[in-house]
């Protein structure tokens, strides 16, 4: 298998594409927040990462991390990103299953049986 | 430019439109303990890898005495994802342990269900790390002894002893390059967690 494509290195610092930043506007993302770009939103205004983000969101959902991985991005660097656009409407997070819907131990059950099914 | 994705993906790039939930297992070790092709091996895409550069800050009183041709310090993170019914993904998190905690450790550590720890019976010592930062965060898990092909086979009695593991702990068995092997160890760690979270509901 070849390795990942990814960009050795940015042209620019991180904290440049994050306007200075270091901390996301929200702190709910985890690596495994399932994104997804919402549909209608005009791309003007936004910068080149955005608009990468964006780009990439269109074609479905990802995972926080897997975000980072396809545009060579740091997890630290794609939070920023990410929180910046769902605030202005452009990404929406898939809304998870409500807790008490599903508890921990039928959670584990689903794990354990999509795991015994790949066998 | 986004390369687009994939034109050469193992499988589908993008999530399904029906899963509702996503859940994360973490793959640990040490260097070359076979992380990496564990999460190859199992992920249906095409493995990703993010790294992480230490701030100035930390850089400053980074010990580097390990690694004297090494200017920055880098935490790099392998990671994959199996789809396991149509309303639920795991994705694998692989990465190096790390004696000092880092942001990136904190996101895995997150909500993680568990983690398993690949060892290799030849340098069984140098799994102590790992397992003691696990245990400082409360994150269970198991240990799954990598076979590798030229490594001597010990008893599983000697191995538990080696590593300290408590009774209840898992210790496996596994072949990193093969899915069945690779299916089983997860399927060992998520049947202990059933165990534990059963207990806590007494």
């Given at each position: 298998?070849?390795?990942?494509?990814r960009?050795?290195?940015g042209?620019?610092r991180?904290y440049?594409?994050t306007?200075?930043?270091a901390?996301?506007?929200?702190?709910?993302?985890?690596?495994v927040?399932?994104?997804?770009?919402?549909?209608g939103?005009?791309?003007?205004?936004?910068?080149?990462e955005?608009?990468?983000?964006?780009?990439?969101c269109?074609g479905?959902?990802l995972s926080?991390?897997e975000v980072a991985?396809?545009?060579a991005?740091a997890i630290?660097?794609?939070?920023?990103l990410?929180?910046?656009l769902?605030?202005s409407?452009?990404?929406?997070?898939?809304?998870?299953i409500p807790?008490?819907?599903?508890p921990?131990?039928?959670?584990?059950?689903e794990?354990l049986?999509?795991l015994?099914?790949r066998? | 430019?986004?390369?687009?994705p994939?034109?050469?993906?193992?499988g589908?790039?993008?999530?399904s439109?029906?899963?509702r939930a996503?859940?994360k297992?973490?793959?640990?070790?040490?260097?070359a303990?076979g992380?990496?092709?564990?999460v190859g091996?199992?992920?249906?895409i095409?493995?990703?890898?993010?790294?992480?550069?230490m701030?100035?800050?930390?850089?400053?009183?980074?010990?580097l005495?390990g690694s004297p041709d090494?200017?920055?310090?880098t935490?790099?993170?392998d990671?994959?994802r199996?789809?396991l019914?149509e309303?639920?993904?795991?994705?694998?998190f692989?990465?190096?342990g790390?004696?000092?905690?880092?942001?990136?450790w904190?996101?895995?550590l997150?909500?993680?269900?568990?983690a398993l720890?690949?060892?290799?019976?030849?340098?069984?010592?140098?799994?102590?790390?790992i397992?003691g930062?696990?245990?400082?965060?409360g994150?269970?898990y198991?240990v799954a002894?990598?076979?590798?092909?030229?490594?001597?086979?010990?008893?599983?009695?000697e191995i538990r002893?080696?590593?300290?593991?408590l009774?209840?702990?898992?210790l496996i068995t596994?072949?990193?390059?093969d899915?069945a092997s690779?299916?089983?160890?997860?399927i060992?760690l998520?049947?202990y967690l059933?165990?534990?979270?059963?207990?806590?509901?007494r």
């Open positions: 298998m070849s390795p990942p494509h960009r050795e290195r042209l620019v991180p440049v594409v306007d200075g930043r901390h996301p506007t929200r702190n709910t993302l985890d690596l927040t399932l994104v997804t770009a919402a549909s939103r005009p791309l003007s205004g936004l910068s080149p955005k608009r990468r983000v964006m780009e990439l269109r479905g959902a926080v991390a991985g396809h545009l991005l630290s660097v794609t939070k920023v990410l929180s910046d769902i605030d409407g452009h990404i929406s997070t898939r809304p998870p807790r008490a819907q599903l921990d131990d039928q959670l584990l059950q794990v049986d999509g015994r099914s066998l | 430019m986004v390369s687009a994939g034109s050469d993906q193992v589908q790039v993008y999530v439109d029906t899963v996503a859940v297992i973490l793959i640990v070790g040490h260097f303990v992380k990496t092709t564990f091996t199992l992920s249906e095409r493995p990703l890898r993010t790294e992480e550069t701030t100035q800050a930390s850089e400053l009183i980074d010990d005495a090494k200017t920055t310090t935490v790099a993170m990671f994959g199996l789809t019914s309303r639920l993904v795991l994705y694998l692989g990465a190096p790390q004696k000092r905690f880092t942001t990136l904190k996101d895995m997150n909500g993680a269900l568990g720890v690949l060892a290799d019976t030849r340098r069984l010592d140098e799994s102590f790390d397992m930062l696990l245990e400082e965060h994150m269970p198991a002894v990598n076979q590798f092909d030229d490594a001597p086979l010990f008893p599983v009695a002893e080696a590593l300290d593991l009774p209840e702990t898992p596994c072949d990193a390059r899915a690779s299916t089983e160890a997860l060992s998520v049947e059933q165990t534990r979270t059963s207990q806590e509901h």
